[in-house]
Structure formats: C-alpha cells, structure tokens
C-alpha cells in the first residue's frame, strides 16, 4: 500500500519478526548516508513493537546533530532510492520515504536534531509504553483494524483516527517514563 494516495486499500500486516531484521539491514544500508552527522538510529511505529499488527512500513527515528546539515545530503538518500520530503509538516523533523518498484511504501525515517529531544523522547516513549503494556498495544491495534475497515483507504481518515488515541498514549507514556526513571 502506498500512503501517498488516499484512495488505497489500507493494509494492516501480521506481526512479523522480520520486521527487526529489516530495520537492522536498512540502517547499515543508510548510515553511510548521514555521514558524521548521525547519532543515533531507531526503530519506532508499530513494527518496533513485537506482535502488534501494522502497515508494513518500517519507521525509523534518526538523531542528528544538525538537521540543516542534513539538508545537504538529500543527493546520497536519493540514491538510496528515497524520496527528501523536508519537513513534511512537521517543523524541526527531515522526513525520507522510500517505496519498492511497485510503488508500495517499505521505509520512512524520521530525523530530528539532537537538541528536539521532547520530539525525539515522544516517539521513544510511546514505543516503549506500547511494548510494556499489551492491554494498551491490544487497544491500538484493535483501534487500526476498525479504522483500516471504516476509513475505506482513506489514509486522512486512518490518521485523524488516531491522533486523539496516540496523544493521550503519549500523555501517559511520559508520565511513565518520568515515574520508571526515578
């Protein structure tokens, strides 16, 4: 499925534990990319989660340490077969896509500077909220399978549908993470 249109089937995958492996094999292929720029990758979004069911779309979330610096790169991802989105919306992020030879969406990564750490803890917190919590992983995947049927491939929907969910995880994964860290 591709979420550049928004008339597609929306697809919700299986939990596959080759999604680990497919984050490890893409991010030794894209480091050289980053250059010395890069400080971190991870894997974040429901593939980061074991036995949560998903659009098969690995998310990464990388730490820079200048996303302006990052800019000037944009020629190595394009090799890369990805597609420099810029900040897509989001004022301080780099966002990537790459899609296979079918048009289908396999990888988006998500760069923030070191300093946005709030942006960068939101993501982290709320994939380890949901790998600790199973009743709150069943919840969201129960949330993307209704919005998956009823959004009939409209990706606006599917999101919109879950922005009030993901916010108040976000809420509380701070909380918690503020609470374990103690």
């Given at each position: 499925m591709t979420t550049r249109s928004s008339s597609t089937e929306i697809v919700l995958a299986e939990a596959d534990p080759g999604w680990s492996e497919a984050f490890t094999v893409e991010t030794e292929r894209i480091r050289p990319a980053f250059g010395a720029l890069l400080i971190a990758l991870h894997h974040i979004g429901s593939t980061a989660v074991p036995g949560l069911r998903a659009?098969?779309?690995?998310?990464?979330?990388?730490?820079?340490?200048?996303?302006?610096?990052?800019?000037?790169?944009?020629?190595?991802?394009q090799a890369l077969g990805y597609?420099?989105?810029?900040?897509?919306?989001?004022?301080?992020?780099?966002?990537?896509?790459?899609?296979?030879?079918?048009?289908?969406?396999?990888?988006?990564?998500?760069?923030?500077?070191?300093?946005?750490?709030?942006?960068?803890?939101?993501?982290?917190?709320?994939?380890?909220?949901?790998?600790?919590?199973?009743?709150?992983?069943?919840?969201?995947?129960?949330?993307?399978?209704?919005?998956?049927?009823?959004?009939?491939?409209?990706?606006?929907c599917y999101s919109d549908g879950k922005a009030a969910f993901i916010r108040e995880i976000e809420q509380r994964a701070a909380l918690w993470k503020a609470t374990s860290s103690r």
């Open positions: 659009k098969p779309v690995i998310d990464m979330l990388a730490v820079v340490s200048n996303v302006h610096a990052l800019d000037a790169q944009a020629a190595r991802f597609e420099v989105m810029g900040e897509f919306g989001l004022p301080g992020r780099r966002y990537f896509r790459r899609d296979d030879p079918h048009g289908v969406r396999t990888h988006q990564v998500h760069a923030y500077a070191q300093q946005s750490s709030s942006e960068i803890e939101r993501h982290l917190n709320f994939r380890d909220y949901i790998r600790e919590h199973p009743e709150t992983a069943r919840a969201y995947a129960n949330l993307k399978q209704r919005l998956a049927a009823d959004c009939h491939g409209d990706v606006r």
